[in-house]
């Protein structure tokens, strides 16, 4: 018994100390803000990285917090994993995204860019450095049910936002609109076949699933609302110093955000995958397609509907001609490499980061 009561005291703790980290990390952002008034390259380096770092504590935040309450509520946890926490994982794109699209609405000049670089870097991150990160730590089983349904779904959502943009370098509100309405009907749908998902899955999704702790409903909102209101500032901050920093270093906003931006909201989607790929299921690559689902649809959809999001000239085309095909190239590969043999082995992965390494030579080159 004392056993088990130091175990459940063990998810108290780490939600705590997240809490200390967030704090600190808020008050480190408004200190060197007031601090920083001459606007040196260094303040705006300084601050860009710990927004970063609070976005993504935050983010986790929210996340232990909705997970928490929808145990208490008596959700499935299959449910959770496949709602909540989809969508926790990419509330740092969510809101980066958006924030980009408000200070377009603001006359901001490069947001728009930096707000679908942000989404195409997330998904050519995810699904090549990241998933090749994972797997070169372990192979991978992939489920031929994953692949068939939000593997192809995947590639979908990408390219349907890609043929939107494509068309008038321009993501209308309208066209935002379709693209979130998908999202929730693929959720919905995925809702309608809970039961025979839970029979395909049921021992990965348990496995997946984080323990809570015993903490109250009352604590649960308030960790809720308080990550939420972390990431909500963080997002902004971070928008604001990314280009901040490319006006400084003229480079093109698109690029800081596929980059810098790109990497830095991905992190939670490599914590989850990394701690899946030690159980060795194929948990670690649902995580990051279900991910890159969410992006391409929800993410920049909502930004979208905020602002109309305008491809500009100023980046040489490099997110339609350069960062655009290669996030495609990335898809298809990944998806090619799961379905060779339903597994993911070592030195795929390694083929993964080798691409991701090439395009940021690429990308450097034509900037």
Known sequence: MEQKDELMGIPQLIHFNAMLITGALFLAIVLMKYIGQSNS????????????????????FFIEGAKGLARRAGIAEIVIGLTIVSIGTSLPEILVSGSAAYEASQGQAGAADFAIGSILGSVLVQITLILGIVVMTRSVKVRPSWLNRDGVIMLLAVMLLLFFVWTDDVLERWEGAILASL???????LLMKREAIRQEEVEDAGDYEIRGSNWSSAAYVIMIFLGLAFAVYSANILVEQACNLAVRL??????VGTTVSGIGTSLPELTIALMAAKRS?????????????????????????????EIS??????????????????????????????????????????FYAIFLVVLQLNR
């Open 41 to 60: 390259m260094f303040f705006v380096s300084f601050i860009l990285l710990l927004s970063l770092g609070l976005l993504i504590t935050s983010a986790d």
């Open 183 to 189: 999202y929730v009907t693929y959720i919905v749908w």
């Open 313 to 354: 000239t100023e980046d040489g085309g490099l997110t339609m001609d350069i960062i655009a095909p290669a996030t495609v190239l990335g898809v298809l590969l990944a998806l090619f490499f799961m379905r060779r043999t339903y597994r993911f082995e070592r030195w795929e992965g390694t083929c993964l980061v080798l």
């Open 281 to 309: 299921k194929g948990v670690a690559i649902g995580t990051l397609i279900g991910s890159n689902i969410t992006d391409p649809l929800l993410s920049i959809g909502i930004a979208s509907m905020i602002h109309p999001l």
């Open 250 to 255: 003229h480079v093109p906003h698109s690029v």
